[in-house]
């Protein structure tokens, strides 16, 4: 039912926009765009949109997701439906999910996507009101419009579209004429790093000076986050009552990139360098091993029980994606990965049909009970269409895409820097306009090695800036066979020569077992950029039916209350690293790719309190009871799980 009315809306929109549909084959890249006087330079410049295309199980990843919630979830949720204030309707004009479907629209050349996403575009671009104003008339929030800027500038990237920035010229001088009388408010005032990206993105093509005093407007009348966390005063977990839009978890996770941007209008170093104490901050206080800082929805504490929104997971991910072009910092970059491949999948179901509001990393149980949030519902971590509130359920869809995007950017010296790393061919230009392509083939992060084979249009030189992730000791990098010195973690390797077609880098990350220590002194197992956690058995039990999908719960089937046993080094004894074939659904329990096999024994006095684990007996523990070997898979993987474990006693 839901296919064949996409193919019709298809057939549809392909007769009546047939020149906006009619490249349905790559389009070429369009050129990086870098900062233009008076602004500093970046580290690095993101590549357009249409420069990486994802392959292997990168790829298998995106096409799960559109052929999940983000294909088809206009066809049946009410907030998406022909009604909705973004198509001129009357019904919600707040909350939508173009922000991640446009570019994966793009990414996978999907034309049921392209149509979908071109539909909602082409209101915005058609509907500019005399004075400038854009979006539905209901909207009093400059919010929701921010949003809508960041898809046309990913769109007009993809597409070429000639009306984008004229639209957004005439959009931001009508903001700039009714910024005094209508200042920012509630949730523009703590998010206007959005919008000043957006004008960046504009002004570093037109050269008008008005919008970077528009920029300044933002600022002015926008939080100041730089303050906030100059002299932080939420230490662990907030109280209903200290609870607000300055501890509010997604309204941080967009933070902190706001300053690093602002910093580009103002000229002051330490505001680009702003996230640095606002990153020490929060992890002082609320980081979780999954490498986000905890908020259920506001700032949570360290206890790995409680959660995480997904909004601020992928919020974060963009945020990072930005700050590394802006600060080139490998740190900033791990962190980047480490949620990707570990917060970001773990939140969603394998078949990406259903998600969950707030994900917690010692997960046991997935119900409906009035677990420790600080202000969230009782479904909160349940799987399903929209549970606690729909935001995520419109916002979730940018995750994998944004990443897919950001895997390559451009250096200030016409080269490229791998930034992350995953299966792609990036396609680009270098050394003043030479066409290259380079493929990477890897299994990475499931396995520890990168290969990438470069082709220029002819011999040229530039540089290749790859990065060296922090925990990869002893990292090699051999070109054509040869080790190139100087190989650093925590840095990024730099090779600038004269490239030939066929060239080859080879990148091996050894990818030892380690042990970290975390709340009351508990052990976490880390392998490479993903985080380990206890495969617990699985009972996936429909609750409510909605349309296609469905609200689940999830309930254990096997033991969860295990310790471990560390070695005199602190390091867990006698694992064993199982590889298995990378299959189509890698961050599922059945579909995991590797898997550590271990020692450890059952803590019964640990038990459940309202629905959680309870809080982690502090380490070290005695237990009695026989050692047993347990299975640990990627976080990503477990949707039920144990991450942060009670180190045992020494007997």
Known sequence: MHKAGAGRWTAVVAVCCGVLLGAQRPLPPTSVVKNRAPLPGNAFY????????????????????????????????????ANSGWLG??????????DGLLPLAYELQDA????????????????????????????????????????????????????????????????????????????????????????LWLYNRTGAPWLLDLARQLHDQGYDWKAQFAHFAYPGKVSKAQAGLPTHGVNNAMALKTFALWGLVSGDASDRRAVYPMLAALDKNDLQPNGMDSADEHYAGADPSQGVELCAVVEAMFSLEQLEANLGDPVLADRLE??????????????MWSHQYDQQPNQVMCSVAPRSWVSNGPDSNLFGL????????????????????????????????????????????????????????????????VMLTVVPARAVVFPLQLRI???????????????????????????????????????????????TRWFRNSAVVERGPLVYAL????????????????????????????????????RVADVHVVETKLGACPFSPAGAPVALQLRARRIPQWTLVAGSAGTLPPSPVVSHEPAQTVTLIPYGAAKLRITAFPVLAVP
């Open 535 to 570: 495969k617990i058995g699985e009972a996936w039990n429909r609750l409510r039916v909605h349309g296609p999908t469905a609200d689940w719960e999830v309930l254990p089937t096997s033991a969860w209350n295990y310790g471990l046993q560390l070695n005199a080094a602190g």
């Open 469 to 515: 992730p922090g925990w990869a000791r002893g990292a090699e990098v051999k070109l054509n066979g040869v080790p190139v010195p100087r190989v650093e973690p925590g840095a990024y390797l730099r090779i600038a020569r004269r490239w030939r077609a066929g060239d080859r880098v080879v990148l091996r990350f050894p990818m030892t077992v380690r042990t």
């Open 112 to 199: 049921t996507l392209l149509a979908k996403a071109r539909r909602w575009v082409e209101w915005t671009l058609s509907h500019q009101r005399p004075d400038g104003a854009i979006g539905p008339l209901r909207n009093t929030d400059w919010w929701p419009n921010m949003v809508m800027l960041k898809v046309l500038t990913q769109y007009q990237e993809a597409s070429g579209d000639a009306r984008v920035i004229p639209l957004m010229t005439r959009y931001f001088q009508y903001q700039a004429q009714r910024m005094a009388a209508q200042p920012l408010h509630e949730w523009a005032a703590y998010r206007w790093g959005d919008e000043v990206l957006s004008i």
């Open 338 to 351: 480490r949620i990707a491949y570990n917060a970001l999948p773990a939140t969603l179901s394998g078949d």
């Open 386 to 449: 929209e549970p606690n509130f729909g935001c995520c359920t419109a916002n979730l869809h940018q995750g994998w895409p944004k990443f897919a995007a950001s895997l390559w950017m451009a250096t200030p010296d016409d080269g490229l820097a791998a930034v992350a790393y995953a299966p792609n061919t990036v396609r680009g230009s270098v050394a003043g306009g030479v066409a290259v392509r380079i493929t990477e083939a890897t299994a990475y992060p499931f396995r520890d090695s």
């Open 46 to 81: 993101p590549l357009p949109l249409t420069s990486i295309e994802p392959q292997g199980w990168l790829r298998r990843q995106l096409e799960t997701q559109a052929a999940g919630l983000t294909g088809h979830l206009d066809e049946f949720w009410p907030d998406l439906g």
């Open 89 to 98: 309707g009357n019904g919600e004009s707040w909350e939508r999910y173009l």
